[in-house]
């Protein structure tokens, strides 16, 4: 048997893991507008996942992180890792946490896919239950 073959079941199995994760470029939507804000790449660093600003679009209100403390205060939302340390656990990764630049503040953060176009990002204070979910989009 040609052992390009025994290949292609790898391949299929490697896409199919692939498209049920979150690693990838996604848009976000403000809030309180529903205006298209941001693309955001999700990605993989030392075990976890994380998300940085790789795109400002032409309804994002604010450019800088003004209202951030620390190391990220004054700085370009471009290049700003937004999201970190999330860890899968079951269809969920949690235990991380998300920068909202708007406020400059921190918070626990948990997401989920949705289907394979969409994200559900919760950010919360302590226990998921007090918080707010954003759904954000897969760039395709």
Sequence with gaps: MNRNLLIIPYLLLSF?????SPIG???????????E????EIYE?????RGKV?????AATITKC???TGANKGKSLVGMDILWDLKKTGKVWEGGEILD???GKVYD???ELDGTDKLKVRGFVGVSMFGRTQIWYKVK
């Design 25 to 35: 470029i996604w848009k976000n939507l403000d809030d309180e507008d529903g205006r």
């Design 109 to 111: 953060c948990k997401i």
């Design 101 to 103: 630049p708007k406020k």
């Design 66 to 68: 003004d209202k951030c």
């Design 45 to 49: 660093q030392n075990g976890t996942l």
């Design 37 to 40: 804000k941001s693309h955001i």
């Design 16 to 20: 199919f893991i692939y498209a049920q």
């Design 54 to 58: 790789i795109k400002l679009l032409p």
